[in-house]
């Protein structure tokens, strides 16, 4: 089992950045990838970006250039650092982690004003 808790969504104008922070807890050692999910309202939960275990990142085209992943050598802090932020990025963020099953934090709010 693996717990994901988010933390750093809120209310930032656009131009702005915010940095999430996810903390994993439970195997730990058991995660293969990590990464960011975010679900718009009236729409389905998309793919921002993910690390694998490896160290690849693979990033959304909608976010390329403006969105940075990190995470501590444990894999645990995971962290996304949001630069020049859109209204369209507003939305639930959702940590997620891949053991032999997908695991998700309960999500943080980003809304981003015009």
């Known amino acids: 089992q693996v717990q994901l808790v988010e933390s750093g969504g809120g209310l930032v104008q656009a131009g702005g950045s915010l940095r999430l922070s996810c903390v994993a807890s439970g195997s730990i050692s058991d995660i293969n990838n990590m990464g960011w999910w975010r679900q718009a309202p009236g729409k389905q939960r998309e793919f921002v970006v993910r690390?694998?275990?490896?160290?690849?990142?693979n990033y959304a085209d909608s976010v390329k250039g403006r969105f940075t992943i990190s995470r501590d050598n444990a894999r645990t802090p995971l962290y996304l650092q949001m630069n020049s932020l859109k209204p369209e990025d507003t939305a639930v963020y959702y940590c997620?982690?891949?053991?032999?099953?997908?695991?998700w934090g309960q999500g943080t709010q980003v809304t981003v004003s015009s």
């Open positions: 690390i694998t275990k490896g160290g690849s990142v």
């Open positions: 997620g982690a891949m053991t032999y099953k997908m695991y």
